[in-house]
């Protein structure tokens, strides 16, 4: 089961958290009742798209008045592990981006960062002998959902402990530390979709099914070590080019070329440039990465080193990977050495 976390609703500066893990204790019970600028040369501006955005008409359906109030029971849990205290900053951005603009790029700005991160699910609802100490032997567990206006069932997660105890009305939530990728997952694979921080009338956001696998793939966590370093810049440089070189699934930005009757008459790969006028191709690291950065364009699967000798033949000056997140720009020279 995810590691048990009661957090105070303190500012992120002060928050305190109490936290005890275990390994997976058989005997829980699990409730199922449905009741309740470039990163490598900081110096160098950040390239600008040289595409052409078309504005999105469609938008998300994460319509805050959709969700009912009051948790649900869930299903099951999953393993223990250990986590620094949650604040998923980047979907917090995200989120609040969201809710000023909501459009199909906005949409896909929330998506894109639940590759990677982690979240709080709210299990405020189980029966625990101690819930100081967490699940134990005999402890009935469940994760909350709700179920929308339209009779679909969604999973309820949140991005700090202060947005659980916003929608819990209370200081000390109850809640299990969950990879960002693998709520997905078990959103799409039990549920009918995905509410973050729900109670939050701005933020709240929905994403059903379809949005979440369109965005993230069948599989979520395909590219979470190349995603979470990138987020993270801990790594040296040399292993960060090898998880990017090494990533199992990476995409670029089609863009279709239409007549004046609107037939398709060519397709081209979107590229950024500089301000000094250098060309970059451009890597991403799933669909939803593609939306954010380019809607108007299509997410296609490829390899790296099929990108990167397509760049150098054609005399690029890199690659830029995610421009629309925490981009990093790999350099011809590195290219040369990563396909040699």
Do not use: C
């Not at 069948?218 to 080019?241: D, F, G, H, S, T």
């Amino acid at each position: 089961m995810g590691l048990f976390s009661r957090k105070k609703n303190t500012p992120a500066d002060d928050t305190t958290t109490d936290r005890t893990t275990s390994d997976p204790a058989d005997g829980v019970k699990v409730d199922t009742a449905d009741d309740s600028a470039p990163q490598v040369a900081p110096a160098q501006a950040p390239p600008v798209v040289r595409i052409t955005r078309a504005a999105p008409t469609n938008s998300t359906g994460a319509d805050p008045s959709a969700v009912p109030t009051g948790a649900s029971a869930g299903t099951s849990v999953p393993p223990l592990r250990a986590a620094a205290p949650v604040v998923h900053t980047a979907l917090q951005e995200a989120l609040t981006g969201w809710s000023k603009a909501k459009n199909v790029q906005t949409m896909y700005s929330v998506v894109k960062e639940l590759a990677a991160g982690d979240l709080l699910l709210d299990i405020g609802s189980s029966t625990m002998a101690d819930p100081k100490v967490g699940p134990q032997k005999g402890d009935t567990i469940s994760i909350a959902h709700q179920v929308d206006n339209a009779g679909k069932k969604v999973l309820l997660a949140f991005t700090s402990g202060d947005r659980l105890g916003f929608y819990r009305k209370t200081s000390d939530p109850v809640s299990l530390v969950e990879a960002a990728p693998d709520v997905v997952a078990m959103a799409v694979s039990k549920y009918d979709g995905l509410v973050l921080d729900p109670g939050s009338p701005d933020t709240q956001w929905i994403g059903y099914t379809d949005e979440l696998v369109r965005g993230l793939t069948e599989n979520p966590a395909e590219n979470r070590a190349v995603k979470q370093a990138m987020a993270e810049k801990r790594i040296a440089w040399p292993a960060m080019l090898e998880l990017v070189r090494a990533a199992p699934a990476l995409y670029i930005a089609s863009v279709a070329h239409r007549d004046e009757s609107g037939e398709i008459t060519s397709m081209g790969v979107a590229t950024v440039t500089s301000h000094e006028g250098q060309t970059f191709s451009v890597l991403l690291t799933s669909p939803a990465e593609v939306g954010a950065w380019a809607p108007s364009a299509d997410a296609s699967a490829t390899r790296f080193d099929a990108v990167a000798r397509v760049a150098l033949d054609q005399g690029h000056a890199g690659i830029v990977v995610n421009p629309a997140g925490s981009m990093l720009t790999i350099t011809a020279e590195e290219l040369r050495a990563l396909v040699d």
